[in-house]
């Protein structure tokens, strides 16, 4: 049995290697500039659980910070190329920390006056403001254009210039490691625990001593921080920063990140920010209707998995490593065939709904894997609609089994860890 | 410097226009142990908010150690040293129960808001927690979550969040309620035992603990002090009889 510290190195050593090498592996050039997004989102999606994970913050509006990091970078960068003076481009993402911080700093003073459900409406409000003042205010936000920018300004360090997409992966690589491995250290201080501490019962953290609005005013101040590194980072990747960043989609997005990956967890931001950046690129390219998609999909998670992936990823490493899998495997194999049958049935009906209203000379015919369907074919509905139906009634009737054995399996975890 | 640990003049709250706490005066010695007994509905749990900060008195003052606390906040009255304990279980369900106490040891420690030092490298909150987690019996429960702990269990989590930060004035509202007998009797040696040197005020029912635990104590009846003195003296208290005693251990 190896100390935990070890193993935890071990880990830490493992993601710095996998993001090294991923570039070798996926060769392609789309790859490399989704794997430079999922960087990116990683720190953005590891900054808002701070709030929502850690301080029960519940914040429709981090992109604020994100987005306001971005801008203030476009800008540092436009300074730069004009030659009113100089910092490293490597470096740049921390002045967009600190024009996040700066903004969670005045912003968050307001906000985190309350918690709870006026703090998620009134970060609901800073969002619209700073989204509307994006228009209002051409001079900072571009407008509707936004501010565009070119990376590769001052001369080149050591063959450093940020023109090729790879060397801008590995900067992100290196911010997006630094930044994992501070917030990761900011939950093992005094501030981190009392954060959790302040989530679990605010009350309760007065009365020994602690003043909950400081603890969370000072937790936005730094999740606000990385977000503006992940927004500095976000203008050298696109090079563009739009009012779009600093929107309420964005600030909906990265909150579908953290509660996909599972906010009760350090890692599962990480995993959710992966996942939903493949899907928002992988799933946009193969259909257009990949928002429904992407919308049943969270719908189904929070539905089947609320804890996210990283809490089915826990409770079934204890379960595997209590040899208690075999009692669910069964379950989760029908299940599994039952699902396969209902999404195949989900996605002919969508698409063929699509199909309707697309008015595209490409031809009506299309395929659904290996079945050609037709939208003007009442074949084609039947079948789709068929297959549907057997499909959910399947998996519906595969669930209570599934159920019955996790409670046995609940159970037995239960007492055996209260042993 | 006789001042005592804690004083209530002519302390008044209203919620609206119903009076609660209609004038009380109080005063408890360093080190005594003082009970605060009453029908239901006196104004024991109130006066129990009013004196730890949860919220403001309407009029009056309340001293910790001479210096007015009156209106100031839960967390500022803490820090100066007056801890306190809650009726119904008031404790961070998702931590462990050594987190729980770590919590509540970290700003008499000084660290307050630090976010550049590693909690576990803190020596002196290690060796506070762990001396904390074992008078109050839970090293075996250091690891879980304090939400899934027995009823009995969290009321000596409770307790201990409440002394960990070495408060001087610790208050207890009906600790051992709804207890059995036997944690009954363990609460009492529980409490006995992390309060010595210290000034304690507890609100309790148990006439079996109060007599048995409290140097004074004040009988409070519609939000005023009715009687104070040593237990015999409120054994032997005609008005106190009448009022309250006499329905519960004739």
Not at chain 2, 100 to 118: E, M, P
């Amino acid at each position: 049995m190896r100390s935990p510290t070890f193993r935890r190195l071990a880990l830490w050593g493992a993601t710095a290697l996998v993001m090294v090498l991923l570039p070798l592996v996926f060769r392609q050039g789309f790859a490399l500039s989704m794997l430079s997004q999922m960087g990116i989102a990683i720190i953005f999606a590891l900054s808002y659980n701070m709030l929502l994970g850690q301080t029960g913050l519940l914040s429709f509006g981090h992109a604020v910070y994100y987005g306001l990091g971005a801008y203030v970078c476009a800008h540092t960068l436009n300074a730069i190329g004009a030659g009113k003076f100089h910092i490293p481009v490597t470096l740049l993402p921390l002045v967009g920390g600190l024009a996040g911080l700066f903004f969670g700093a005045t912003l968050g003073y307001v906000t985190t006056r309350r918690a709870g459900t006026p703090f998620a409406m009134i970060s609901l409000g800073i969002a619209e403001m700073v989204a509307a003042s994006a228009l209002m205010l051409p001079g900072f936000f571009g407008g509707e254009g936004g501010i565009a920018t070119n990376r590769q300004v001052g001369a080149a360090w050591h063959g450093l210039s940020y023109g090729p997409q790879i060397q801008v992966y590995y900067l992100i690589v290196a911010w997006c490691f630094l930044s994992m491995i501070a917030m990761f250290a900011l939950t093992q201080t005094p501030l981190g625990r009392m954060a959790n501490a302040v989530r679990d019962n605010p009350e309760r953290a007065k009365f020994i001593g602690y003043n909950p609005t400081r603890v969370r005013y000072l937790v936005l101040c730094l999740a606000s921080f990385f977000a503006g590194i992940a927004g500095g980072l976000g203008t050298i990747n696109y090079e563009i920063v739009t009012a779009e960043n600093v929107g309420v989609a964005a600030s909906g997005s990265v909150l579908i990140m953290a509660f996909v990956g599972g906010v009760g967890h350090f890692f599962g931001p990480i995993i959710g920010a992966v996942l939903v950046s493949f899907l928002q690129s992988a799933l946009s390219s193969y259909t257009q209707a990949w928002l429904l998609y992407f919308g049943l999909f969270f719908v189904f998670m929070i539905m089947f998995a609320p804890g996210g992936i990283a809490s089915l990823i826990t409770v079934h490493g204890q379960a595997v490593r209590m040899g208690l899998f075999k009692r669910l495997l069964p379950g989760y194999v029908a299940s599994g065939l039952a699902f396969l049958v209902l999404v195949a049935g989900l996605i002919a009906l969508v698409e063929l709904t699509y199909q309707l209203s697309e008015t595209s000379e490409l031809g009506k015919q299309f395929k659904v894997f290996w079945l050609a369907l037709e939208p003007s074919k009442w074949t084609s509905w039947a079948l789709a609609g068929f297959v549907f139906a057997m499909g959910l009634g399947l998996f519906l009737a595969s669930l209570r089994p599934v159920r019955t054995a996790w409670q046995s399996v609940n159970v037995e975890l239960q007492a055996r860890g209260a042993a | 410097m006789n001042a005592p640990a804690l004083e209530l003049r002519q302390v008044h709250k209203s919620f609206g226009r119903t009076p609660i706490i209609n004038g009380v005066d109080l005063a408890i010695a360093k080190g005594e142990r003082h009970a605060i007994i009453g029908p239901n509905g006196a104004g024991k749990s109130t006066l129990f908010n009013l004196i730890s900060g949860r919220f403001p008195p309407s009029s009056g003052q309340i001293l910790l150690d001479g210096e007015a606390i009156t209106g100031l906040d839960a967390q500022d009255i803490n820090r100066r040293g007056l801890a306190r304990s809650f009726q119904i279980t008031n404790i961070f369900p998702r931590l462990s129960v050594y987190e729980n106490v770590r919590c509540a040891v970290l700003w008499s420690r000084g660290y307050r808001y630090s976010f550049w030092q590693r909690i576990g490298a803190l020596e002196d909150v290690r060796a506070r927690t762990e001396e904390i987690v074992s008078k109050i019996g839970l090293i075996a429960r250091r690891d879980r979550p304090a939400g899934v702990l027995s009823y009995a269990e969290q009321r000596a989590l409770e307790i201990g969040i409440t002394i960990a930060g070495g408060a001087g004035v610790i208050l207890l509202d009906e600790p051992t309620a709804g207890m059995s007998r036997s944690e009954t009797r363990d609460a009492v040696e529980l409490i006995r035992n992390v309060t010595q040197g210290k000034t304690l005020v507890m609100v309790e029912h148990d006439m079996g603990v109060v007599f048995g635990l409290a140097d004074r104590i004040s009988v409070l009846v519609y939000g005023r002090v009715l009687a104070a003195g040593t237990p015999d003296e409120i054994r032997g208290n005609a008005a106190v009889r009448e009022a309250y005693l006499g329905t519960e251990t004739a």
